[in-house]
């Protein structure tokens, strides 16, 4: 997958975050965070925005079951166009090249 088809992707769960109706809203956001948790978990402290695409391309099964864990009698909050993507998205932020919205380079 192509950084800016993640970007994308990521941004469209954002989005369909933001739809989602008030009542779902909080158990979203938890799953999302626990998802974000187990980001960082995943690959630590410092992190370049291409490794987050290369953890996303190589498969996002995992997350069902942080989503599930979380939230085990609500298969909604279990939605990989919404939790997943947006929980890539947020942990986009924190990439060490990326600012802004875009990929900083560095030379």
């Known amino acids: 997958m192509s950084f800016e088809n993640a970007i994308y992707q990521w941004q469209q769960g954002e989005r369909r975050l933001q739809r989602a109706p008030h009542e779902r809203a909080a ?3 938890r799953v999302i965070d626990a998802l974000v ?5 995943r690959l ?3 992190f370049a925005a ?3 695409v290369e953890l996303y391309g190589a ?3 995992w997350c069902l079951q942080v989503a599930m864990k979380v939230a085990p009698v ?3 909050a279990w939605e990989a166009g ?3 993507d947006a929980a890539f998205g947020r942990y986009l932020r924190e990439a060490s090249d ?5 990929r900083e380079i560095v030379t």
Not at 37 to 41: D, T, V
Not at 98 to 102: D, I, N, V
Request: aromatic share 8%; no cysteine.
């Open 27 to 29: 158990l979203l956001e």
């Open 37 to 41: 948790a187990e980001l960082r978990r």
């Open 44 to 46: 630590g402290g410092r």
């Open 50 to 52: 291409q490794e987050l």
């Open 59 to 61: 498969g996002t099964g």
């Open 74 to 76: 609500d298969p909604w």
């Open 82 to 84: 919404i939790v997943v």
């Open 98 to 102: 990326y600012a802004g919205g875009r």
